[in-house]
């Protein structure tokens, strides 16, 4: 089901277009990043922001291999990037682009270097050299965010995709990201996909003080990737964690649930329980880095190295979300004798053992003169694809 999102009012040409587009009817591709985060962020190709104009323009062609999706495209979308800069709200921007599609003649898998070698003979120049607005928005909940920058295709100009790989040629001649009358910079990342072998970590809430605290809250720290083992020849997920500023020496626990309560659970002196007991699946123990350490790892560290959870890989694995907190065993901090860090919302890295079915060429500063750019294969930003 198609959700429908209030973007940004877009200007072309000057003219003001609506860009409040009900129940828009596409597709994302990558597929699987439809409701997960890439793991990276860029500028490129729209919002690099340079005191030269010749430094802000940029020549980006990806090769997308959508297989059996035919289509009438009329225009594509993008998303900021949701973990990079994600309390800062996104400024109002202009974008001078032209757009054009084709047929490749290439894969993402055999795409060149040079850019007229990806496209086919159906290229069509599908948004004429404009600028496209933005007006700024807020930071928005969720992750991911919204496809909030689209481009629409010009009036009446739909682009007919018979399957197989596409070609989307861009070419942005300029933007307003740097300010001239203010020395200024403005900032947009968008997400971007490649395959990643390190997951992704979010922070929340607030630690507590142990009893022998009164400058630093217990805090925790974890970190997600996926290795190969060559001596199991299988895939496996590691996982590990640290914690800090809880009693020296003493005992901690490592909760990994599934769920966050709907509202944080207060124990006593501002010590709080967020994720859901109920759901928990993994209790890690830690042991202090020294007996006078207040440092903690989960699993704990032996003959100086640290020691990781590590399960079969599996493709269901890929992405997988769930939410973590230490707790500090501490007689004597409050009633409980425990104290209690902030939560991390995990999310397992979306590693493939194969590239991910899109690449892409970029050269920058006087882009347009310029045959070849730089290849970058198995990634790309996620794309919205609007069809009829």
């Not at 861009?170 to 300010?179: E, F, P, Q, W």
């Amino acid at each position: 089901m198609n959700r429908a999102f209030r973007f940004p009012a877009a200007a072309v040409a000057g003219a003001c277009l609506s860009c409040v587009l009900p129940a828009q009817k596409g597709f994302v591709f990558p597929r699987e990043f439809a409701g997960l985060e890439g793991p990276y962020w860029t500028y490129y190709p729209f919002f690099q922001a340079n005191i030269s104009k010749a430094f802000r323009t940029s020549h980006e062609q990806t090769v997308y291999d959508l297989g059996k999706t035919p289509g009438k495209i009329y225009g594509i979308a993008f998303r900021r990037d949701g973990i990079w800069g994600r309390n800062i709200g996104t400024p109002s921007c202009w974008v001078e682009v032209e757009i054009a599609c084709s047929t490749a003649a290439t894969t993402s898998g055999t795409m060149s270097r040079t850019f007229a070698s990806n496209e086919g003979k159906d290229r069509t120049v599908v948004l004429a050299k404009k600028k496209i607005r933005f007006n700024a928005f807020p930071v928005l909940p969720g992750i991911p965010q919204p496809f909030s920058f689209v481009f629409p295709f010009d009036q009446n100009r739909v682009f007919g995709f018979g399957g197989g790989s596409l070609c989307v040629d861009i070419k942005v001649t300029d933007n307003d990201l740097y300010d001239e009358s203010t020395k200024s910079y403005k900032y947009v990342y968008l997400d971007l996909v490649y395959n990643n072998n390190i997951g992704v970590h979010l922070d929340g809430g607030h630690g507590c003080y142990g009893s022998a605290q009164s400058i630093f809250p217990f805090y925790s720290h974890p970190f997600s990737s996926a290795r190969f083992n060559y001596l199991k020849l299988r895939w496996e997920l590691a996982y590990s964690a640290s914690g800090g500023n809880g009693r020296p020496g003493g005992t901690a626990l490592h909760l990994m649930s599934t769920a966050l309560l709907p509202r944080p659970r207060e124990l006593t002196r501002a010590c709080r329980l967020y994720v859901d007991p109920d759901k928990v699946f993994w209790v890690l123990p830690g042991a202090a880095y020294s007996p006078t350490s207040t440092l903690y790892y989960f699993p704990p560290w032996t003959v100086s190295r640290r020691e990781v959870l590590s399960v079969p890989w599996e493709k269901r694995l890929r992405g997988l979300k769930f939410y973590t907190q230490s707790i500090n065993l501490d007689p004597g901090a409050n009633p409980w004798n425990l104290v209690t860090g902030n939560y991390s919302e995990v999310t397992l890295p979306m590693y493939s053992e194969e590239k991910f079915p899109l690449s892409y060429v970029l050269a920058t500063g006087y882009s347009f003169n310029h045959r070849t750019g730089y290849l970058i294969t198995g990634a790309g930003l996620v794309t919205k694809f609007l069809t009829l």
